[in-house]
C-alpha cells in the first residue's frame, strides 16, 4: 500500500511538471549546426557578419585592436527564439503582444555595467524575432550601413560612456541578452546569451600625436599666442584612437591669426571639405549683399515677388504671405520638416525629384503655423533662397557669389554642387578648404570686414547674429536660431561663451565667439551618425576651449 502510494505521488509530480513547463508558441528554427549546439547561450564576436552556417570556430575573435578601419560583428546562439523566451515570460500575452517587446542589451566594460537598453520593438523583423534562434548584427562597420545595431553600439560607446572606459590598453567588453515585454507592464527575462571580448586601444606614439606645424602660405598670419597644447595633443591622440571618429580638420582663429590647424584621416590643407549645411548660410551672406546692392529690395520681400506661386500645386493664400526672411530664419508656413520622416517637404523627398524649386513650391502650406513662431528645418527653403538670388543677381548666383564674396576673401580654391538646374546647390553642397572656411567665419566675426573693405553689410551681420528664433529643446537643446546661423552657449571653468555657428551633416562646425576673439573650424565626415554633433561638442567642451581661452 506505500509503495502504491508513493507512485501516486510520484506520478501527480510528473504530471504537475508537464503542465507547468510553457510550451513554444511560435515554431523556432531547429538547432542542428555543431557550432550552434557547441555555444548555446553564448554571444560570439567577429569581424563580419558570416552565417552560422558557414561560421567556424577560426572565425571567432579573442581581441580586437580597435582603430578607424575596425570591423566588429557579433552573434548570439539561443536555444529558442525571441518570442518563445517572451512567451515564457508572459504566456498570457499574443504573438502580437510579445512582438511589441524585444530584446535587452547590457554592455560592461571591465566588469562595470556602463550601458543598458530595451530595443525599440521595431528593430528586428518580427518573423526574425518569431523564428530565428541566432541573432547576427553589425556593431562596427566601416560601411557606416543604416542599421540599428551599428546605432546601438554607438549609444553605448558615446551615451553610455564606453569611450572614455577604453583607454589606452587593454579591455573587456561583455554584452549580456535577456528578452523582455512591454505589455502589460514591462518584465524582463533572464540572460539568454553572453560573451566576452578582449579590446585593445593602441598606444599612439608620440611624433603622431604630436601637435603639427603650421606650413607657410596658408593666407593667414602666425599666431604666436600660447595655448595648452597637452589638451591639443590629448584631442590628436583621441582623434587617431577613433575615440573621436571621422573628424578631418580642427583650425582655430584667434585675434586674427592662426593659432591652429590640425588635420586627419587622409586630410591636408588643399583638401576641399564637404560640410554639408554649413554651405546654406553662404546663401545668407550672399543674399546680404544682394539687398545692399539692390538687386533684392528686402528679406521681406515674399515669394510672389518671384514666382506665380498659382502655376505651383497645392496653392494657398498663405503662400502669398511667405518672405524671405521666414526661409532665412527657418519659420515659414510650408509644410516641410526635416527632422520629421514622415514630412512632406524633407529634403530626402526632394532630392529624388527632377526640380527642387518647384519641389518645394509645390508643396501645401500647415494652417497650424504662423511665420517667426514655429521653427521647422526646411532645406527646400534654402534651394528656393538660391533660386531667388540666381534670378535678380547680374550673371546668376555663381558669378555673382564668386566676385562679391569669394575673390575679396582671397578664395579661389572652391567647388559648388548644383541642382538638377545647374543652379549653384545652396541647401549645403560647396567645399572649401578648412582654412577658407575660416576666412568665411571671420569675415561674420569682423562684422562684414575683410582687409579694410565692407564685404557683408554690418547691419546683415547684426541681424544674422540675431537670436530670431528659439530652438525647439528636442532639436538641439537650449539654442537659438538667426539668418541661417544657430546660436548656443558653452560653460568653461563655469564662464559662458556665447558662439554663433554653421552646422552640417557629418559634424561640420564654423564656429564664431561673440565675446571672445575666436574663430573654430572643425570638418568631419561623420554624416548620418548618431554620434557627429555629440562628439563635436564634446571636442569643444573638454578639449579646443579650454586649450585656447585664458
Known sequence: MKRLFMLIVISLSAIVKLFAQVTDIVPADPVTLPIHKANIGRIIFMTDTIPAAKCTEADILKELTLTSESNLSMRAFMETSLTNYQHRLAPNLTVEQLNQGNYQFTFYVDGKQMYQENLNKGAGYARNKNGRTTLGIKLISTQHEDMWSRY?????????????????????????????????????????????????????????????????????????????????????EKVLQNKFKNITSVVVIKNNKLLIEEYFNGSGRDTLHDPRSVGK????????????????????????DFYDLKAYKNYSPQKDGVTLKSLLTMSSVFDANDNDDDSP?????????????????????????????????????????????????????????????????????????????????????????AVDFARFGQLYKNKGVWNGKQIIPQNWVEKSFTKQMVLPADVVGKGYYGYLFWNKTYTINNKPYETWYCTGNGGNKIFIFKDVPLVIVVTATAYNEGYAHAQIDKMMQNYILPAVLK
Not at 529624388?352 to 514655429?374: C, E, G, M, R
Not at 534651394?383 to 538670388?389: A, E, H, P, Q, T
Open 152 to 236: 546601438l553600439f554607438t549609444r553605448f560607446m558615446v551615451r553610455g560612456g564606453g569611450e572614455d572606459a577604453l583607454t589606452t590598453g587593454t579591455h573587456v567588453i561583455k554584452i549580456e541578452l535577456r528578452p523582455y515585454v512591454s505589455i502589460p507592464d514591462l518584465k524582463v527575462g533572464d540572460i539568454i546569451a553572453q560573451g566576452e571580448l578582449k579590446v585593445v586601444i593602441p598606444i599612439i606614439e608620440v611624433k603622431h600625436k604630436a601637435i603639427q606645424p603650421i606650413a607657410p602660405n596658408s593666407g593667414w598670419a602666425v599666431s604666436t599666442e600660447t595655448y595648452n597644447k597637452q589638451l591639443i595633443t590629448d584631442l590628436n
Open 281 to 304: 548660410t553662404f546663401a545668407g551672406a550672399t543674399m546680404g549683399i544682394a539687398i545692399q546692392e539692390g538687386y533684392i529690395k528686402s528679406e521681406l520681400q515674399t515669394l510672389k
Open 345 to 433: 517637404g524633407n529634403e530626402n523627398n526632394m532630392y529624388p525629384t527632377p526640380n527642387w524649386v518647384q519641389f518645394a513650391l509645390d508643396l501645401k502650406t500647415d494652417s497650424s503655423k504662423t511665420a517667426y513662431k514655429s521653427w521647422n528645418y526646411f532645406t527646400a527653403g534654402v534651394v528656393v533662397l538660391g533660386d531667388v538670388l540666381n534670378k535678380t543677381v547680374p550673371g546668376g548666383l555663381d558669378k555673382y557669389a564668386d566676385a562679391k564674396l569669394f575673390k575679396p576673401l582671397g578664395i579661389t580654391n572652391y567647388k559648388w554642387q548644383y541642382t538638377p538646374q545647374n543652379v549653384p546647390n545652396t541647401a549645403g553642397g560647396i567645399r572649401l578648404r
